[in-house]
């Protein structure tokens, strides 16, 4: 049973009150329990001198208790910080750095002010969620104020405790249980799910795996509840959060979907068609890459009201005079039967001198309402007389990228995102959408 009556995996009422605070840029009074944070977002038209002429922002953080946040007065803070208060402001900036693309921020710098009202355990998780908060507020007012084309913000950051009491693991906990506890943990997290710090320390006593296990679900837990909060105070606002766009993948190919993912990881989550319900058929009968990609993603975002990207892709060899071209997956006769296409091909090539090649990729994007975008990317390369390497898909092993004297299946990932016809398809595709929302 806890001080408070709550259940082990319940967090404290949480209140947030936006604009608190009228002359600040972004502002809010954040309540878990009893603890009570006011939060300001400040921005300053410079950078710090290690920063000056880089092209990117700052976002940094200072932490204080006032003087009647504890029973006991806390003398404020002097020219000299105490030592915890800039361990803690370390955090929050660290903490909050990760929600802004820097870059997107231009050379300004956004200050967030974390001053305690009342602390009753948690003030530096509660200085984090809160500052979130006012974070974007200031991100909407730097837009609306066309100081910025579109918000910095790439990411929903909360903090929460949890820890262990009389050997029960509890979320979010309140002094009276932060003072006694065995084990005490500090959670930051982003929208994913991700970490982006973990304080953790076995106080009175070691710990399991298990009790960790335990104190990371609830964690979670509480995280995912506090981001719900953050947005309801948020509102409208909420929406300069921005957590990658979806955008569907038409395809049945799993190489294709991961490479995809791979290369437009930063800007946007890519989900397989199939994880809205679409399984196609879709036919493939334009006698271009760039139409049957527009057809891919035209009859997904069709069928779902999402938007979308298709790639068609295929190879090109010179030798014969540019087949198999667009009937590169049925070049064979069955479509996908990789096996017999590369035997094909390997029988068509044989005896002729010039083994010149190139891959070819097309990709299609359809947002609901817009003109379909087409980005187009190649990659040269040798059609060898045998396979070479086991990696990848399709004409993989027959395809000789000179430069790294590897075939495409004999290239890690990594490798072959660097150079194949579909990242630089994937590069061109990136430069559209970024001109297109600025
Ligand atoms: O990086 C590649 N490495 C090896 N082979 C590749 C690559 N990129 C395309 N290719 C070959 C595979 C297939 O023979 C044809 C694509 O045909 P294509 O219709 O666009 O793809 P697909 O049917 O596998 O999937 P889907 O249409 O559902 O997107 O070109
Ligand atoms: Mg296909």
Avoid at 25 to 39: M, P
Avoid at 174 to 196: L, P, T
Avoid at 274 to 288: K, L, S
Avoid at 386 to 396: A, I, L, Q, V
Wanted: aromatic fraction near 6%; charge should be negative.
């Amino acid at each position: 049973m806890r001080a408070d009556g709550r259940k082990p995996d319940e967090k404290r009422p949480i209140s947030i009150e936006t604009d608190f605070v009228r002359t600040a840029y972004g502002s809010c009074l954040i309540a878990t329990g009893n603890t009570r944070v006011i939060c300001t977002a400040s921005v300053e038209e410079a950078v710090p001198p290690f920063l000056k002429g880089k092209g990117q922002g700052w976002v940094t953080a200072e932490y204080a208790m006032l003087p009647a946040s504890t029973t006991e007065r806390k003398k404020r803070d002097g020219i000299k910080k105490d030592g915890r208060s800039v361990e803690i402001q370390r955090l929050i900036g660290r903490a909050l750095r990760q929600a802004v693309d820097l870059k997107a921020l231009g050379e300004r710098t956004i200050t967030l002010d974390c001053d305690v009202l009342e602390a009753d355990g948690g003030t530096r998780t509660a200085s984090i969620t809160g500052a979130m908060v006012a974070l974007t507020c200031a991100a909407e007012r730097l837009v609306r104020e066309k100081k910025l084309p579109i918000s910095p913000i790439i990411h929903q950051v909360a903090a929460i405790s949890a820890g262990v009491i009389d050997d029960e693991p509890c979320l979010d906990l309140c002094y009276q249980e932060d003072s006694h506890a065995q084990v005490d943990m500090n959670f930051v997290m982003n929208e994913k799910g991700e970490f982006i710090e973990l304080q953790g320390t076995g106080e009175g006593r070691a710990f399991t795996k298990k009790e960790l296990d335990t104190i990371m679900e609830y964690g979670e837990k509480g995280i995912r509840e506090l981001m719900d909060a953050q947005r309801e105070a948020l509102g409208d606002r909420a929406r300069y959060i921005a957590p990658k766009p979806l955008l569907l993948v038409a395809t049945g190919n799993e190489h294709k979907l991961r490479e995809l993912q791979e290369m437009f990881k930063d800007y946007y989550t890519l989900a397989p068609m199939t994880a809205v319900g679409f399984f196609g058929p879709i036919e493939e009968n334009a006698d271009t890459f760039a139409g049957n990609a527009a057809i891919k993603a035209e009859a997904v975002c069709e069928a779902t009201g999402l938007p979308a990207i298709g790639d068609d892709s295929g190879l090109e060899v010179d030798a014969l005079d540019g087949e198999p071209g667009v009937y590169s997956a049925r070049y064979a006769g069955e479509h996908g039967d990789d096996e017999a296409n590369n035997d094909l091909l390997l029988s068509r090539m044989e005896g002729k001198e010039d083994r010149s090649a190139a891959f070819k990729c097309a990709l299609a994007l359809k947002i609901p309402g817009k003109e379909t975008i087409i980005a187009e990317g190649s990659c040269p390369g040798t059609i060898l007389t045998e396979r070479r390497g086991t990696g990848g898909f399709g004409y993989d092993p027959l395809f000789l990228y000179e430069p790294m004297n590897k075939t495409y299946a004999e290239m890690n990932a990594e490798e072959k995102n660097q150079i194949s016809h579909r990242s630089r398809a994937a590069e061109m595709m990136r430069s559209i959408m970024s001109q297109l929302l600025s």
